[in-house]
């Protein structure tokens, strides 16, 4: 994969060849970037899929299925449900299952697509470019406009307007901080905790100023960087992609030899009266639209992010000289060298191998899952307690997932070892609500017989359920070794 030249529309280094990133310049300073969007037909259609991905984004905590959010990330419970599914500790294999299915999608979506997702589905792209960046050019007006304020003298033309902008700013920070923050505690909770004292939360407030903060340094100075330098998904894309993988590319073999020329110029090239050259005029639209500042001319580069802004300013372009689109278009590095496309090849077959195994496993595992989810485990402190009339009492914990949309009940007894009994904290049976975890403690006292030949002694308790479901555990009892 080629890397990416600094666009050579900027003057000061037309004349070097340097490889360096295209948001630094010569001397490793931040060059900022005034990306000029260009209103074509990819745009207008990424701009309906990136604020349906925002509402989605903003539903999905809100809406509920099964009386859960459709998407909730309980890290205090340990819990993550989504759409209705709920995986708990005791899932390592579902959740194995599931990251398994996510990066294989991702490895086949690339090898397939390129990095469509970047462009038309990652949130930095879809916040950056369809919130962020239309309030800067509503407030600070268009590119041009903006990068001769800024790099001339404050005034309070200047001023009024960077204060403006950066307040509206930190209110979609904030608003996207608390959406995202809801993913992982809850509307209601969040709706409880920002009407009531900052003091009874504290925690939650500083979580939400110090995602608020981030979300406002990403989106209002750190930018299109996050692509650039920080994102580890262009950095895999040169393992991910091959050959056949669809790309933005420019054709060369059609725009080159590349010129500065007008439509009459062109005109005479096609009556014969001039010597023809490539279609590329050299206009520099698609680098002046890009948004992460490459020359898509050079070749691919990792910087760039499918977004096809690119293509919508050179299709204009090319509307305005008589060409024919598609000299910046969706292709692959076999197709501009005139060899066929194979969407089925080794990596593919292997991706899609991989995928369906993974999916059938996981569906498979998912509906077998049984309906209560029965743990025994001890309870921390002193190993065992050797009471007055000389018994031994080991303390436990009884932890029982209810993974079914129906209230339950479950009675705790002990079956072995012979003699036992079973001193329950609390009334039994217990009532354990839908999709809910119900915990209990208990000691068991055993006679100090038990440990005559080892210091541990094997129990087996009995779990029954309402419903009749039985479930059978076993747990090491300890004891005193003599």
């Known amino acids: 994969m080629a890397s990416n030249f600094v666009p ?10 340097e490889e360096i990133l295209s948001t630094l310049t010569r001397d490793g300073k931040r060059r900022w970037l005034y990306p000029t969007p260009e209103k074509g037909r990819f745009w207008h259609q990424r701009r309906i899929l990136g604020w349906a991905l925002i509402a989605l984004f903003v539903a999905l905590p809100i809406v509920r299925i099964n009386g859960k959010p459709a998407v909730f990330l309980d890290v205090v419970q340990r819990e993550f449900t989504f759409f209705g599914f709920t995986f708990y500790p005791t899932d390592t294999f579902l959740l194995l299952l599931f990251g398994i299915a996510a990066l294989t999608s991702i490895a086949l979506l690339t090898a397939l697509l390129g990095r469509v997702w970047c462009g038309w589905g990652c949130p930095q792209t879809v916040y950056l470019e369809f919130v962020f960046r239309p309030i800067e050019r509503l407030i600070e007006g268009k590119e041009h406009v903006r990068k001769r304020r800024n790099e001339g003298p404050w005034s309070f033309d200047k001023a009024w307007r960077k204060a403006l902008k950066w307040g509206v700013y930190a209110v979609f920070s904030i608003a996207v901080a608390h959406v995202f923050v809801s993913y992982i505690v809850g509307w209601e909770s969040l709706l409880d905790w920002m009407t009531g004292s900052p003091f009874e939360h504290w925690g939650f407030f500083v979580l939400m100023a110090g995602t608020s903060a981030l979300a406002l340094f990403d989106f209002g100075f750190f930018r299109e960087q996050m692509c650039t330098i920080v994102c580890p998904y262009a950095r ?6 091959d050959e056949d993988s669809m790309i933005v590319s420019y054709d060369p073999n ?7 020329r007008s439509k009459k110029t062109i005109e005479q ?16 639209a698609c680098v002046r639209t890009c948004p992460t500042g490459i020359d898509i001319r050079d070749g691919l580069q990792m910087e760039c992010i499918a977004c096809t ?6 299709d204009t372009i090319m509307d305005r000289i008589g060409k024919p689109r598609g000299l910046i278009r969706y292709t692959s590095e076999h197709a501009l060298e005139d060899q066929p496309t194979r969407i089925a090849r080794p990596r593919t077959v292997l991706y899609s191998v991989l995928l369906l195994a993974v999916t059938v496993m996981f569906t498979v595992a ?25 018994q031994i009492a080991n303390r436990v914990r009884f932890r029982v997932q209810n993974q079914t949309t129906q209230p339950t009940a479950f009675s705790v007894e002990v079956i072995a070892p012979e003699g036992a009994s079973l001193r329950v904290g609390g009334r039994q049976p217990i009532q354990v609500a839908p999709r809910d975890l119900g915990r209990v403690e208990a000691f068991v006292v055993v006679p100090r017989t038990a440990f005559s030949n080892a210091a541990q002694q094997e129990a087996q308790f009995r779990v029954v359920f309402e419903d009749g479901h039985e479930e059978t555990l076993t747990f090491p009892l300890l004891g005193p070794s003599r």
Request: charged share 25%; proline share 7%.
């Open 8 to 17: 050579a529309s900027d003057l000061d280094i037309l004349e070097s060849p």
């Open 236 to 241: 895999f894309q040169s393992v991910l992609l």
């Open 254 to 260: 059609r725009g080159e030899p590349r010129s500065k």
């Open 269 to 284: 090239e096609e009556a014969g009266l001039m010597p023809s050259k490539g279609d590329c005029i050299d206009c520099f």
């Open 309 to 314: 802004q690119c293509i919508d300013a050179c």
């Open 366 to 390: 998912l509906t077998t899952r049984g309906a209560y989810d029965v743990e025994v485990g001890r309870v921390t402190g002193m190993p065992f307690t050797e009471l007055p009339d000389g």
